[in-house]
């Protein structure tokens, strides 16, 4: 009898001290720096995004976040790496919107953005715009379908890696547009327009906050966007869907950590994500960029994440879209 009660009270001992334990990890989180994954180039909206939030959030962990960009494969190169990072709560990273396309488009997927990570809020929501070289002959989007019908498969159009959002804008507008033009897939953003200002290829869609410096020198002409409702920051812009009814294409980033971090981590270090974007200056630089600023919850986020996924399972599938 005694015997089975000293069992019984060192079981309870032993899970009082994991609690406990638990409870200081999280109190005493973080207790050095914080490294960011972001899978996109400097220079790109998400890498200006992420640069302008991280004094913010090392302000609240009270650590440095440093930024590490890792590139390459529409965003999956750095999402892998998210993936297989430390679950300690001090590597923290972006899933991206082509992280739920890449799946219908891409054999053998190094992660399952529903399964492989702790989401933890979402960082942005925006439209791309629709770019085409000063050279074009188009002034309009209506100008480039008509130059684009008349020159079938003479036109190139860029994207920031294949199955990719920037990819799918451009094959969604071959399909509602039935317009014969070629994909070409680069490294990221500043690697397309470098392509673009080479003539290389002719139209790119991309992030306002990203090509707002070229279309402020001129450099590119802004034709489009992609949602449905015009753009605050370029209200005489029109929208694709406008012309094309039921276009819409939108790109996304959302922090998250690696699938078995410490949960009272995610708590803390979701909680600071969150109080930043309430933060009026954080709010107002971001919306600058032609993007909604996120902070919705790790529910929320989750939640998201599947219900994008499964939409552009249904658009790709009906669409017709084939992996290349």
């Known amino acids: 009898m005694k015997s089975q009660f000293l069992k019984v009270n060192l079981l309870l001992a032993a899970l009082l001290a994991l609690g406990a334990s638990g409870l200081v990890w999280a109190q005493e989180y973080p207790s050095r720096p914080l490294q960011m994954i972001v899978p996109y180039p400097a220079g790109s909206t998400t890498d200006i995004i992420a640069r302008t939030l991280s004094p913010y959030l090392s302000d609240k962990l009270k650590q440095s976040v440093t930024i590490e960009n890792k590139t390459g494969a529409g965003g999956a ?154 753009l605050g920051v370029l209200p005489q812009l029109p929208t694709l869907d406008e012309t094309l009814p039921g276009y819409e294409v939108l790109a996304w980033t959302g922090f998250a950590l690696p699938l078995g971090s410490p949960k009272e981590v995610s708590d803390k270090l979701g909680q600071a994500i969150r109080s930043v974007f309430t933060i009026a200056e954080v709010q107002k630089k971001i919306s600058a960029l032609g993007v909604e600023p996120g902070g919705n919850s790790a529910t929320e986020f989750s939640q998201f994440i599947n219900t994008e996924y499964d939409k552009w399972g249904k658009l790709i599938q009906a669409a017709g879209i084939k992996a290349p």
């Open 77 to 230: 190169v750095g999402v892998s790496a998210l993936k297989i990072a430390p679950k300690d709560g001090y590597t923290l990273g972006l899933i991206v919107s082509g992280s739920v396309i890449q799946p219908w488009l891409t054999a053998d997927m190094p992660f399952d953005v529903r399964k492989d990570f702790v989401p933890l809020s979402l960082m942005y929501a925006g439209p791309y715009i629709m770019t085409v070289a000063p050279s074009s002959p188009s002034n309009t989007f209506n100008d480039f379908l008509t130059y684009a019908k008349a020159n079938p498969g003479k036109l190139f159009f860029g994207s920031s890696g294949t199955a990719t959002t920037t990819h799918l804008a451009g094959e969604l507008l071959k399909q509602m547009g039935s317009l014969e033009m070629t994909h070409v897939p680069y490294r990221g953003s500043p690697q397309v327009i470098s392509g673009m200002l080479s003539g290389d290829v002719q139209i790119y869609f991309d992030l306002y906050g990203t090509v707002k410096p070229l279309l402020d020198s001129g450099r590119v002409k802004a034709l489009a966007v992609s949602s449905k409702k015009r």
